[in-house]
């Protein structure tokens, strides 16, 4: 789903004095008695940006936080680790809460945090099984590829996580470029325009090709700053979104007024700052070490670097 892909930075007090998300990799060292910290609510962690925290953290030889986060109208979960060493920018997690088990694509940002910390996140739906799990559960334990498991207490997460939900309904998702003054509702009603009715909210959920309920979310974004949105639109699951875990598409309205859909398939989407015709190059993420770009050629985004 998304989700949203803002990049920021804290310093490493503000990260120490209010916990940030929570950051996994690819090599991570498990810890065996972790000391886990009741969540708190911090309801503007990054003033600029709008966004509401809430988080626990392990203390132990290291800082790992599991946080739930919420930027522009869009909810995160998101990890935050000091020793990360991740071999793949993209990354599979599974997380274990009282038994019941929930499988998350991660995508690490471009450039490590202060003092060699990473981070990675991925989209989650408001209202979906997994915040819903994360609020009444007693704990969770986080495993993936190169560690055996990371255990975070759940204690207080309920009351923190549920006011950044209220925070996030409040906040239309909107970002990248230049910003459109609509409200939730005119959101609302430009992704179902754009999507031909198939998803008709900013958040919620739709029946998938195996069909299941999967959960969505969709962004407006001004790829080209001409002032009019295009809509991406990231719907989680494995039956559509493969190995990735997540499926995807961007809507651009063609010099005709008609949305036309660019992408369509499996993939985390990433804007690159170069751009080509006005529009930025755009790289699309997934299992491996290697996720082709995709270029505007001015009526459409096509392939630009490929992997072999």
């Not at 989209?123 to 979906?128: A, F, L, R, S, Y």
């Not at 009351?159 to 925070?167: E, G, K, Q, Y």
Request: glycine letters at 10%; charged letters at 25%; hydrophobic letters at 30%.
């Amino acid at each position: 789903m998304k989700g949203v892909k803002m990049t920021h930075h804290r310093t490493l007090s503000h990260r120490l004095a209010l916990p940030a998300m929570l950051l996994l990799g690819a090599s991570l060292t498990a810890h065996s008695t972790p000391l886990s910290t009741p969540w708190t609510h911090d309801p503007n962690p990054s003033p600029e940006l709008g966004e509401s925290l809430a988080t626990t953290c392990i203390e132990d030889e290291d800082i790992s936080c599991l946080s739930v986060i919420c930027r522009e109208g869009s909810l995160y979960l998101e990890f935050d680790s000091f020793s990360v060493s991740p071999d793949e920018r993209t990354f599979g997690v599974d997380i274990d809460i009282d038994g019941e088990h929930f499988w998350l694509q991660l995508r690490q940002q471009d450039t490590p945090i202060d003092y060699g910390t990473w981070h990675a996140a991925t989209p989650v739906d408001t209202d979906g099984d997994l915040i819903q799990a994360l609020m009444s559960g007693r704990s969770a334990k986080l495993s993936s590829k190169g560690f055996s498991g990371m255990d975070f207490s759940l204690r207080g997460s309920s009351p923190a996580i549920d006011s950044v939900r209220h925070h996030c309904a409040d906040t239309p998702s909107i970002s990248h470029g230049s910003r459109s003054d609509s409200g939730r509702e005119d959101a609302d009603r430009i992704v179902a325009e754009a999507t031909g009715g198939h998803f008709s909210r900013i958040k919620g959920f739709v029946t998938d090709d195996c069909g299941e309920k999967a959960g969505y979310s969709a962004e407006l974004v001004d790829l080209n700053d001409d002032g009019q949105p295009e809509v991406f639109v990231s719907l989680e699951g494995t039956c559509s979104g493969g190995m990735t875990g997540v499926w995807m598409d961007l809507y651009i309205k063609d010099r005709r007024g008609r949305w036309q859909s660019q992408f369509g398939f499996p993939g985390i989407y990433e804007i690159r700052k170069t751009k080509h015709k006005g529009f930025p190059d755009i790289e699309i993420g997934g299992p491996g070490f290697c996720f082709p770009v995709w270029r505007w050629n001015g009526r459409k985004y096509v392939i630009h670097e490929r992997c072999d």
